[in-house]
């Protein structure tokens, strides 16, 4: 299957397009939003929706402007409106002590809900590949998340506006072969070959030594976190429930039963801390406070310079409990 045949029936399998859709598209000006681009054009002469781009120029990178021209031109050729943005990323990673990368993705998300609200469109359609999704799993599988669900196909993004990714389940070399193929301009990021970043060495290096083991590395990453993010639903589902029966959860304050908690079966303790976890939730801060409460002592734990756990009595006593507390400023 091409890239438009993977497109299509993934926006019709996932219903994540439906007639009288306004659809803002995030188009960078790179080959993977070029391309997604396109394929909406080709769907809106099939379905009945609206689609209007948007493009955002980081401040960063010289060529930046380029790509923004680029994204206006192309859309001014296909009949699109089209929204440009500058957004100082810098000033916003200083400010708030984040990566140059987080503030990006953090400044563009915000800016595509603004412009959703103010144009009245109900999606935002971003351009993530089956590659993204795969680098995404490697790199949480390095840190220690716990989780292979990887990118989600939809999420909500404020009242009445969601987030959708049609464009997840096609690799990046059906992306460039379309893109070829249909003769489509595009810019090249040469930030996305500097080793610099974590993402980029996965994309550089491991992705590609893994496809030289199996091809089809990243199409069976992409099945694999598919079926972690079906039981992921799941189990939260679940998760809260028990959570509620044993947890009595404040803005700075979570107090845990334990005594109801241990009954619990353990994959069932895992999901239920990771549900009730103020901070990050990685599996190795998870397994330390299952750890302590599995043991017969009080005991105590950082979550992180915010949050902190304690258990208040041993394990001989019958109400015995556990609490997370935010640190007092």
């Known amino acids: 299957m091409n890239a438009w045949d993977i497109f299509y029936a993934n926006t019709v399998k996932n219903s994540l397009v439906k007639n009288g859709d306004r659809i803002l598209l995030s188009v960078s000006g790179g080959p993977d939003s070029v391309c997604m681009f396109h394929l909406f054009r080709r769907l ?14 980081h401040g960063l990178r010289k060529e930046s402007a380029k790509e923004t021209l680029l994204v206006s031109e192309l859309s001014e050729k296909l009949g699109i409106r089209c929204i440009s943005r500058k957004i100082a990323a810098k000033e916003y990673a200083l400010k708030h002590s984040v990566s140059i990368e987080t503030a990006g993705r953090s400044l ?11 144009l009245k469109c109900n999606k935002i359609a971003t351009a993530h590949n089956a ?52 003769k489509l301009p595009f810019c090249t ?64 304050r ?3 039963d334990l005594t ?3 009954r619990y079966n353990e994959a069932i303790r895992y999901r239920v801390l990771k549900y009730l976890f103020p901070d990050k939730k990685y599996a190795s801060h ?41 640190k007092k400023s």
């Open 260 to 262: 109801r908690f241990l």
């Open 131 to 182: 590659n993204d999704n795969a680098e995404t799993v490697l790199m949480w599988l390095l840190r220690g998340s716990g989780s292979l669900a990887g990118i989600p196909q939809r999420r909500h993004a404020g009242k009445n506006i969601e987030i959708i990714r049609p464009l997840l389940p096609v690799n990046r070399k059906k992306i460039e072969e379309y893109v070829k193929k249909q």
């Open 286 to 326: 998870i397994n330390a406070v299952m750890d302590r409460i599995l043991s017969a002592e009080k005991a105590e734990y950082r979550l992180s310079s915010q949050w902190i756990f304690r258990i208040s009595a041993g394990i001989a006593c019958k109400a015995r409990k556990a609490v997370f507390e935010r």
């Open 44 to 57: 809106s002469k099939k379905t009945d929706i609206e689609l209007v781009t948007a493009s955002f120029d």
């Open 189 to 252: 990021d040469k930030s996305n070959f500097s080793r610099e970043y974590t993402r980029n060495r996965i994309r550089l290096d491991i992705i590609p030594h893994l496809e030289k083991i199996n091809p089809m590395a990243v199409e069976h990453i992409f099945s694999l976190s598919g079926i972690q993010a079906r039981e992921d639903a799941y189990f939260e589902e679940i998760s809260i429930i028990f959570a509620k029966k044993c947890a009595v959860i404040s803005k700075n």
């Open 108 to 118: 563009r998300y915000a800016n595509l809900e603004d412009i959703a609200r103010e």
């Open 254 to 256: 979570i107090l845990l």
